[in-house]
């Protein structure tokens, strides 16, 4: 019996140090937190982003408007093709504007809405290893806007390339990277101002304990036909629920503004991972 004993403990032993090995396995299976802003980890996703944003005063006809704002409601699809290391990721953003920009069209500054100009993009993204990764690819932006000063007028071309670094020194789904377009107006209104302006876009990405982000991002701009710089402050926290959900709150305040884009602007995002 004792001996019969002595197997059985040595049995509970060994299945103990199976499990024990099988849950380190699938621990180290579980992937990184992706909150989806990595433009070389897509995801198939949908969003809901609302911004908020203070304009540049304009002058009309001998009068300023110094009280401009936008606000943007945002809803975009992406929808990823194919699995790592090559994958094809596609993009559509439609954006539903309003503000109280004064044009020609608008000459008194009164409050319009409607469609802005829809965005889609399409990017072939490269994991080289564990650590690297790469992107290229086209943006196209369409002058659907519905009024003048919803949108620019004009169809635009944006080349974009992007490389990304992990680091798990940091934590586990933390990254730096850089991404690079060009934006160029190809076609569209005469009456509207040609678009020629290089945007510098680095990327440092910290997660956080407990699925929270806190990601820098800056979209800095110069445009090549006025030479001039627009370099901001940016700033997002947010947080993944469960494996498809997530929320953000970024924050972006205009430091070099020789290009007045904007003088600061907030978003709120819901986004549903599937």
């Not at 980890?41 to 001998?62: A, I, K, M, S, W």
């Not at 945002?74 to 954006?95: I, K, Y």
């Not at 504007?97 to 004064?102: A, F, L, M, S």
Request: aromatic content about 10%; some cysteine; overall charge negative.
């Amino acid at each position: 019996m004792r001996r019969v004993g002595d197997m059985f403990s040595r049995g509970l032993i060994s299945i103990a140090c199976i499990a024990s090995c099988c849950a380190g396995l699938v621990a180290a299976e579980v992937p990184p937190v992706n909150h989806g802003e990595d433009i070389t980890q897509p995801v198939d996703r949908f969003d809901v982003r609302v911004q908020y944003e203070t304009l540049p005063d304009v002058t009309r006809d001998g009068k300023t408007y110094d009280d401009i704002s936008q606000d943007t409601l945002t809803l975009r699809s992406d929808l990823v093709f194919f699995s790592t290391p090559n994958q094809l990721a596609l993009r559509f953003d439609v954006p539903l504007v309003r503000n109280n920009k004064p044009d020609k069209d608008n000459p008194d500054g009164s409050t319009e809405s409607g469609l802005g100009d829809v965005l889609m993009q399409a990017i072939y993204v490269r994991s080289f290893d564990a650590r690297w990764a790469g992107g290229i690819g086209m943006r196209t932006i369409l002058p659907t806007a519905t009024a003048e000063g919803l949108g620019t007028g004009k169809w635009q071309l944006v080349p974009t390339v992007a490389v990304r670094a992990n680091l798990p020194e940091i934590s586990r789904g933390s990254y730096a990277g850089l991404a690079v377009r060009e934006f160029v107006s190809v076609a569209g209104s005469s009456k509207r101002s040609d678009i020629r302006k290089l945007q510098f876009e680095p990327q440092l990405n910290i997660v956080l304990p407990d699925r929270w982000l806190l990601n820098f991002s800056p979209e800095c701009a110069y445009n090549l036909e006025t030479d001039a710089w627009f370099v901001p402050l940016d700033i997002m926290v947010g947080k993944k629920f469960g494996t498809s959900w997530v929320a953000s709150l970024e924050y972006q305040y205009g430091l070099v503004t020789e290009d007045d884009s904007y003088n600061q602007w907030v978003e709120a995002r819901i986004g549903y991972f599937f």
